[in-house]
């Protein structure tokens, strides 16, 4: 899902205004005038199975490997992810593993009250009466990439490139990931419909 929304936020949603201003695009396009239009391109109206080969070609934040976008040597000290589809329930354990295994121990908490009662309950969202991510509200730019945009854009080889494009997220254990939560759904359908 977060590969197809990046798709429709960066190509679809902005009308490729962002993937065009990437340097990558500009000597895109000159190699592929050369090359009479072959490999990965930038036109404005690029499609998804456009968009997985401009991706390789062109990197970027918001398409790239998660495993990527932090050097080897930082991954032993990390011990925990939020995932934006969980992030209500992820923060809510991360802030009580903080209180019991950081603040109680060496009495860094103010007053008997948990960390999650003082700064994770409430005191969030428009009105302040909301838990930390309680509401889906916290992505400005929300896609809605979800199982219904993965039947629409995903066919048996899309599923099996973008898994390639993110193996090592997918095999990186702390991440948590699972393919049939991101392409079971395309896989049911695959199998629905036959292919």
């Avoid at 929304?5 to 396009?29: E, F, I």
């Avoid at 918001?62 to 976008?69: G, L, V």
């Avoid at 993110?166 to 991101?182: G, Q, V």
Wanted: proline letters at 2%; aromatic letters at 12%.
């Amino acid at each position: 899902e977060r590969f197809l929304s990046a798709y429709l936020d960066k190509v679809v949603n902005n009308y490729s205004k962002y993937t065009a201003k990437k340097t990558c695009c500009k000597r895109l396009k000159g190699e592929n005038k050369k090359l009479l239009k072959s490999g990965p391109t930038c036109h404005a109206n690029m499609m998804f199975q456009d968009f997985l080969s401009f991706s390789k070609a062109c990197p970027d934040q918001h398409w790239n490997a998660q495993t990527d976008r932090l050097d080897n040597k930082f991954w032993p000290y990390i011990n925990f992810m939020v995932h934006l589809e969980t992030a209500h329930r992820d923060m809510e354990k991360l802030i009580h593993r903080v209180d019991k295994y950081v603040c109680r121990p060496r009495k860094l908490c103010v007053g008997n009250d948990s960390l999650w009662n003082q700064h994770g309950a409430s005191g969030w969202g428009k009105s302040g009466n909301e838990a930390v991510f309680q509401t889906k509200r916290m992505v400005k730019h929300a896609t809605n990439a979800d199982g219904n945009a993965v039947k629409r854009f995903y066919d048996r080889r899309t599923t099996e490139l973008v898994e390639g494009h993110f193996a090592n997220d997918y095999d990186f254990e702390l991440f948590r990931f699972n393919r049939t939560n991101y392409t079971g759904i395309t896989n049911l359908f695959l199998k629905l419909v036959g292919l």
